[in-house]
Structure formats: structure tokens, C-alpha cells
């Protein structure tokens, strides 16, 4: 049935500022979280690209840069992991997405705290704004990587980069984390309360879902970074020991702390650490359900059991985070249990995975862009999650710990299946927030050399790791086993080269787009969910006050009953009547 | 519609949409019956759902609260138990010294919290009642059940807070700093972060208490002493724990 009239109020009171930059539209602070998560990872890919280069060619001068020094490449890999963990893959897919569509897809008409969602979005912005500052103090950014484990973050003579940089970067985070506890506040009560009448829980897109389960989880482990963030904070300028322990001796000086366990950061870092690679990914799992299912024009496979498996990874989420700690010296029969607690989160990964595999099993599938980087995802998630339950055992990952293997794994995972994800709903969504679509072919094209691309880079470093290439090492070419891994580095460095500049057909694609590109109708994919009843792009007020209300689940395709009609279309959309 | 200063939150019907299959009325209706540009951003909703909304989001607040405390709470166990190996006497040993609390002064505080706590309280259930006659239409008289008792819990807040301040001058005098040891650090951190907590909710009871006599909706108001009530109770619930775990491992 056709929506009436858009409810459009866009009178000439609200100025600029008020419309684009301090606005409490839910769809436009999502879109300020996107843009930001796209100026993040650009800075992020330079620096990864800085940093392969100097792995194959260390006396270069690069312009601009100038030659990189060891401490620069600490920098380098440092902040490329701050900004594609936090500022990247913890924003744009919960952040970015989740607050333009949650309230469009569930029927509410905007988020349950407008103006804290806004607070939320500049806390962000200052974050990052803090963290970019850290190059250009003296000493510049912080050496110590994205774990910045103490003594090495603690003390601030301890090396460059360990002074102002890394209090800027504990300050960073801890905005950060605050703004993020405050999106995720707003998540949870707009899916409990807000959702349109007939919209349960079970008729929820599993977008919301993952949604949902992601704000939770954020709510949980957020808050522990920041009280670690607070005390390492406090034990380099306040002269407390939390983290220091006596006995310290730096660069020939006697460091002043007494009674502090670096082991605590470990602990504190990891309990928060493996929740957020876990509110990294469940959005794109999400997003890959859903879009497997509309370009498979099939139900999504087992939706019961998909929403149960995002509790289950959720939850025990929280009891694994000793896997990253097998080397730490703790107990073994710790280990034992970490790694028991570890394997066992294969389980409901594997139940997603293998549904996911059933969506698309015997669909009639349509080979767009926005399918193909959730294929990707597929292919990433199970590639990089292989290597999992092998780093999950102790005996192994005695081994394997700190090689260019661990690099493997969690770059395929996270990095690589996250980044498809937000890929994916970048395409998919594109036509609903600008009202175009984007140029296929040119996307199709995208995805090709990056998924080659990702796979080019990251695969061989499976065996550099088992070879025994250590991680965070600014030059190596002087030790006679890695050197002799040179010509697989070559490999990678160019491959990443390759699979970089690939980044800007997908950037041209984008804002070409935006202005010029195909006008899109309401519902150019042909998918049920709430958000594509409303005009592209939406009305300032989406639904308003015309509430729809929801009688089917979201993924009523090719039903059965559907055929009876004489039905022009094979799908129902979520508000269509009870009774087609 | 002209701004009235003390807007009185009564039930609005909602507008319906232009008919066709499912579109009937939301039971709680929705809110306005303009375009929804009221200048207030999440005016969509009834006076009951907006209350009901601001209570689960101050209950998520708490979870987070509460997950940032048992951070801290976790690290300070986990610092008294680490020892070192002592050269001289050839044993691990603790490097914990006993902490000397100041008791009078400390329980001065509590009773101080706990009785603002009361008069939060009644303030609270003041304007729950106030906001329920305006449901059913009877705008009640300003300034009655509420004023006094917000009055109080925001004297006894400063109280507070001047409290915990003295607190911890009496045990700097006595030469037991931030940095001195394990049991002082976490003293110092915990209290400290209850009180920059607390502090921020009581500078909302203050907007609350002077918004009165500014243009505010009561409606705002009474949610905003609503969920700062709940927020203030689990404040107290906090601060007694934090008194008791310090008091308990005093050493």
C-alpha cells in the first residue's frame, strides 16, 4: 500500500547550523558518525601503508614523511590500530549505521534520547580530534600499541611518544569510551521502547538485534576501560602505583612507583578487549543476515537460532579475554579454562555461519554489489576464524603469540570482515540515505580487488608467523631467518598497495554518487523492512506520526501464501495488511 | 501554539495518518498535533512514555555505573594480593600499609547521604502525585510538595560533598596522600569518583530546583527528579559500599 505524503517540515527556521551540525536527527548524527569513521580509516590506511612500506624498503623517504625511524613505526602501528578498532569498527557499523536505521527500522520516528545522541557524536569528534593531536606534541604518538601495556605506557621517559602522546591517547579513549556508554544508553531503551506496535522482539530485523546485543555489551565492557584508562592516567601523573612495580630502572634512571602489577592492566585491558572485537563484528553479522536473506529472496535460515547465537557470542564474550594472556605467566590450569571458555565461542559462531550458508542455499539469487562484500564477509569471518580455536590452545599459541600469525587472524576477522560488512551496508543503504543509487559496476569492481586484495595480504602472513616473524618490530632485515621471508613481505607490501588505491574507486563511487548518480525509488532492492517504506532519503521526522504497525517478520520472502496473489512482487513487507 | 511557562503534561491524542491498511492508533499515542516541532527533541511521545523511557535509560546508566565501580573494586583486590620477593628477608611479602580512616567524619557523611536520600524521596513521590492530578486534568497549584524537600536534598548534597572534601584534608594532614600506598590510592579514587558522580546529579536536582522559576515544562522536571532520584539511591547503595569494602580491608 502507498505511504501517504512525507510529513515534511522543512521550514526555513532551522538554520545551517542547526540543520547539519548540531542537529538531534537521529539520521543525521548517524551520518556524522559515518563521515567521521571515514576520515578515521583513511588516516588508518595511510599508516598501514607507511608502515608496509617500511617493512620492504626501511631506508626509504617517503615525501611528506621523510625516512621512518623505529619510533615512528611504533607510532604508525600504534595509531592505526586506535583509530580502525575504536574510531573505525567500533563507530561506523553500531554508531553510524545503527542510529540512522534502528529508529527507521523498528517504526519509532527517532531515537530515545536525541540530545544525547548529539553529545554522544561531538564527545567522539573531540576524541579523535585529541587522539590526531598526539603527532604533533613533542615526542609525538604514543609507542606502545593499541594495548599500551604498562610499564612501557606508564612511565613517561620510558621512550618518544610515551610523554604528552600517550596522555593524549588515554584521554582520547576515555572520551571515547564515555561517548560510547552514552550511544549505547540510547540503543537499549529506543529497541525496548520504542519499537511501533506489532514490532516483538522476534519481528525485529537481526540488524536490531545485533544491534542490541552490541549497545549491552558496550555498556559492559566501555565502562572498565575507562576505570583502567583513569588509573594508568593517575599513575603517570599523579604519582600513584596501580600499574608500576618497584624496582624499575629506565634509561639508566630509578623510576619512582612501588606495589603496582602490569598484570592488572592486562586483565582490565582484556576484559573490556574481547567484548569490543565482539561489538566490532556482531553488526556485520547482522547486516550479512539481512542482506543474504533479501538477495537470496529467502527467509533467513534459522532466525530462532541466529538471534540465540548473537546472545550466546555476547555472553561469552566476557569470559575469554585470558586468551590473550596465555604468555603472561599465569596459571596453566587458567589457560585450561580460557581456552576451554574460548573454543566453546566457536560453537554459536559455527551455528551462524553454517545458517548463514543455508539463507543463501537454493536462493534465487541477485548478484549485487551489496550481496557480494556480504559473501565476502562469509568468506572473511571463516577464513579469519579458523585460525581462532588454533590460537585458542596454550601449546600453540606459546608459539604463535606475537608473530605475524596473530596479525593474520584478527586483521581477516575484524578488520577485513568487519570492513565488508560496513562495505556492504554502505552500498545497501546508500540509495535510502541519498535518494541514488550507486554505480554497480564500479562497485562490483571494488569488491573484487579488495576481497583479491585482502586475501593477497593477509594470507601468506600465516606463514611468516609460523615461521616465526615477530609483530611490532620496526626492521628485521638484519636477522638472517626473517630476512630470508623478504620476498613474501614484497608480496604483501604490493598486494596492499594494490588493494589501497583500490579504496578510491570506492570513494569516487561514493560521492560521484551522491550528487550525480541513478535516482533510486523507495524500495529499489525490494526488501521488507520498515526503512523502506519511507521516502528516499527520509523526511526529517520518518514516520511521525503515521506509526505503522507491524503484522509480519522480516523476512517474509518468497513465502508460500505469497504465490495465491495474483502478486507482482515476491515479498511482504513487514507493515503490509494481516492478511494479504 | 504560544509557550506556556508551566506546560501540565495531559495525555494527547494522537493524529492519525491518511488511512489505508494499518494505520490505526498507537495506544499511547503519539505526541503533537503540528508537525512534531515542538523545540523540545523528544516531545513525540506521551508524558507517561517519556518517564518510562528515561527510567530504563537511567537504569542502563546504573549498569554502566556499576560495571565502572566493579572495575575498580576488581583492580583494588587484585593490587592486595600482589607481593613481591624481599632480597633482605628472603619472602614474598605485601608492600600494604594499613589505612587509618577517619571514622567520625565519615559517618557524619553517610548519615548526611542516607537522609538526603529521604528527602529525595519524598520530593520524588511529591511530584509523582503532582504529575498523576495532571493526568486526569487538575493542574495542581505551583510550588506545593515538591520545592521544600528538593530544597533540602540539594543543601544536604553540598553537605555531602563539603564532608568528603574534610575527609580527605584530615587525611592529608595526617601526611596519607594519593600516591602514598595501595589502600590510600584506591580510597582516594573510589571516593573520589563517587563524588564526581554525585556531583553531576546534583547539578541536575539544582536545574531542577531553579528551573521552576524558569521557563521549564514540569513534565521535564518531574521526570528529571524522577530518574536523578533513582540515581541518588544507587549513589547511596554505592557510597556505603565503598565505606564498607574500604573499611574491611583496612589491614
Sequence with gaps: MRHPAPITTQTAT?????????????????????????????????????????????????????????????????????????????????????NYFLPLQLGASEMAFPRLNMAGFWITLFAF?????????????????????????????????????????????????????????????????????????????????????????????????????????????????????????????????????????????????HPEVYIAILPGMGMTSHLLSVFSRKPVFGYKAMVWATIGIGALGFSVWGHHMFVSGMSPYAGFAFSTLTTAIAV?????????????????????????????????????????????????????????????????????????????????????????MMDQRLGALHFWITFLGAYAIFMPMHLLGAAGNPRRYSELTGVQYVAAMTPLHRFVTVAAIITIAAQFLFLV??????????????????????EWRLPSPPPRHGFGDNVPVVNHGPYEYSSPGLSSQAAASDFLMQDAAANP | MPRISEHVGIERKPKLGGGGPGKIPHRHGYGGGDDGDHGEPDDFLSTKDRLRRYRIGMVVTIIALSTFFAGLTVAYFLRLSVTHWDRDLQKTVRDLRPLALPYARLFVNTFILLVSGITLELSRQGLLAKSEFAAMGIAPPRFKTELPWLGITV?????????????????????????????????????????????????????????????MRFESRQIAVEVTAWYWHFMGVLWIFIFALMHFSRG
Design chain 1, 129 to 273: 580530534l585529541v587522539l590526531m593531536a598526539a603527532f604533533f606534541v613533542p615526542g609525538g604518538a604514543s609507542l606502545a600499541g593499541w594495548t599500551q601495556y604498562p610499564p612501557l605506557s606508564a612511565v613517561a621517559s620510558a621512550g618518544p611518544g610515551q610523554g604528552r602522546g600517550t596522555d593524549l591517547w588515554l584521554l582520547s579513549i576515555g572520551l571515547f569510551c564515555l561517548a560510547s556508554v552514552l550511544g549505547a544508553i540510547n540503543f537499549i531503551t529506543t529497541t525496548l521502547k520504542l519499537r511501533a506496535p506489532g514490532m516483538t522482539l522476534m519481528r525485529m530485523p537481526l540488524t536490531c538485534w545485533t544491534w542490541f546485543v552490541t549497545a549491552i555489551l558496550t555498556v559492559l565492557a566501555f565502562s572498565v576501560l575507562l576505570a583502567a584508562a583513569i588509573m594508568l592516567l593517575l599513575d603517570r601523573n599523579a604519582g600513584t602505583s596501580f600499574f608500576v612495580p618497584a624496582g624499575l630502572v629506565i634509561s639508566g634512571a630509578a623510576v619512582d612507583h612501588h606495589g603496582g602489577s602490569p598484570l592488572m592492566w592486562q586483565h582490565l585491558f582484556w576484559f573490556f578487549g
Design chain 2, 155 to 215: 543543601v544536604l548534597g553540598f553537605a555531602f560533598l563539603a564532608g568528603q572534601i574534610m575527609v580527605w584534608n584530615i587525611l592529608r594532614h595526617q601526611g596519607v596522600y594519593f600516591s602514598a600506598n595501595t589502600r590510600s590510592g584506591f580510597f582516594y579514587l573510589l571516593t573520589g569518583s563517587h563524588a564526581v558522580h554525585l556531583a553531576g546529579g546534583l547539578l541536575v536536582l539544582l536545574w531542577a530546583l531553579v528551573a521552576s522559576s524558569v521557563r
Design chain 1, 348 to 436: 554459536p559462531s559455527a551455528i551462524k555461519t553454517f545458517n548463514w550458508l543455508g539463507t543463501l542455499w537454493h536462493g534465487r539469487i541477485r548478484f549485487t554489489v551489496p550481496l557480494l562484500f556480504s559473501i565476502g564477509f562469509v568468506s572473511l569471518f571463516i577464513s579469519g576464524g579458523l585460525t581462532g580455536p588454533m590460537l585458542a590452545q596454550p601449546a600453540l599459541d606459546v608459539y604463535l603469540h606475537d608473530t605475524y600469525f596473530v596479525v593474520a587472524h584478527f586483521h581477516l576477522i575484524m578488520a577485513m570482515a568487519g570492513v565488508f560488512a560496513i562495505f556492504s551496508a554502505t552500498y545497501f543503504w546508500f540509495p535510502k540515505m541519498f535518494g541514488r
Design chain 1, 14 to 98: 532551522t538554520g545551517l547550523l542547526r540543520r547539519y551540525l548540531f542537529s538531534t536527527d537521529h539520521k543525521t548524527v548517524g551520518l556524522q558518525y559515518f563521515f567521521l569513521s571515514l576520515a578515521a580509516v583513511l588516516v588508518g590506511m595511510v599508516l598501514s601503508l607507511l608502515m608496509r612500506i617500511h617493512i620492504v624498503w626501511p631506508k626509504a623517504a617517503i615525501p611528506f614523511v621523510g625516512e621512518i625511524k623505529p619510533e615512528n613505526y611504533l607510532a604508525y602501528l600504534t595509531m592505526h590500530g586506535t583509530l580502525m578498532v575504536f574510531f573505525v569498527l567500533s563507530t561506523a557499523p553500531q554508531s553510524g549505521f545503527g
Design chain 1, 509 to 530: 563511487n561514493f560521492f560521484w554518487s551522491m550528487f550525480k548518480g541513478a535516482p533510486a525509488g523507495e524500495n529499489p532492492w525490494q526488501c521488507t523492512t520498515l
